[in-house]
T-cell receptor, first 111, second 115 residues
Framework: AQSVTQLGSHVSVSEGALVLLRCNYS??????LFWYVQYPNQGLQLLLK??????LVKGINGFEAEFKKSETSFHLTKPSAHMSDAAEYFC?????????FGSGTKLNVKP | DGGITQSPKYLFRKEGQNVTLSCEQN?????MYWYRQDPGQGLRLIYY???????QKGDIAEGYSVSREKKESFPLTVTSAQKNPTAFYLC??????????????FGPGTRLTVL
């Protein structure tokens, strides 16, 4: 069974607009959740992680994510998109010594 | 600088040949992982190792082999038994122990193309 599901393989926003990338996880306690970003032909870079200390998690580059247990969601947001945000984003979950990754969402930022 | 190195960046192989991808880390991490990435499929786990001289199969281990003789190194061999090896391969490491600290650090990847 897939541990994380990312809705939308491609998302397109205008520069300056809100970015919302969706991630839902399979119900379990406790979830350790992550968002990573990948630029073309590069490895993944950690944006932020949820470890139960706070439901609103702030990451690098102005991104943040909110853990909502009632919705089993961990959506990634950024108030104002920048051209440099164009990349692929992966939601991931840690469970029993392994990481489970979503299928990724490619973010396109239009000028 | 601490980090993970993968070599080579690009690799070409003829059908029927085995090839070994290198992964080295100087982060003093206990755990290391190999993933395969194909377009639209996210990352799929090939093998992982929590400690030296021990490793476990991931979800798509068939046609691959690994070794973990040193803490710093986790090479991946793509054998001729792997039917569709053309892909982007990513190596990662993480500290073992408390799950809340177990974020993964990734190398830059190796793109393997079978000719």
């Amino acid at each position: 069974a897939q541990s994380v599901t990312q809705l939308g393989s491609h998302v397109s926003v205008s520069e300056g607009a809100l970015v919302l990338l969706r991630c839902n996880y399979s119900s379990s306690v406790p979830p350790y959740l992550f968002w990573y970003v990948q630029y073309p032909n590069q490895g993944l870079q950690l944006l932020l992680k949820y470890t139960s200390a706070a439901t609103l998690v702030k990451g690098i580059n102005g991104f943040e994510a909110e853990f909502k247990k009632s919705e089993t969601s961990f959506h990634l947001t950024k108030p104002s998109a920048h051209m440099s945000d164009a990349a692929e984003y992966f939601c991931a979950r840690y469970n029993f010594n392994k990481f489970y990754f979503g299928s990724g969402t490619k973010l396109n930022v239009k000028p | 600088d601490g980090g993970i190195t993968q070599s080579p960046k690009y690799l070409f192989r003829k059908e029927g040949q085995n090839v070994t991808l290198s992964c080295e880390q100087n982060l003093n991490h206990d755990a290391m992982y190999w993933y395969r990435q194909d377009p639209g499929q996210g990352l799929r786990l090939i093998y992982y190792s929590q400690i030296v001289n021990d490793f476990q199969k991931g979800d798509i281990a068939e046609g691959y082999s690994v070794s973990r003789e040193k803490k710093e190194s986790f090479p991946l061999t793509v054998t001729s038994a792997q039917k569709n090896p053309t892909a982007f391969y990513l190596c990662a490491s993480s500290p073992a122990g408390q799950p809340s600290y177990n974020e993964q650090f990734f190398g830059p990847g190796t793109r393997l193309t079978v000719l």
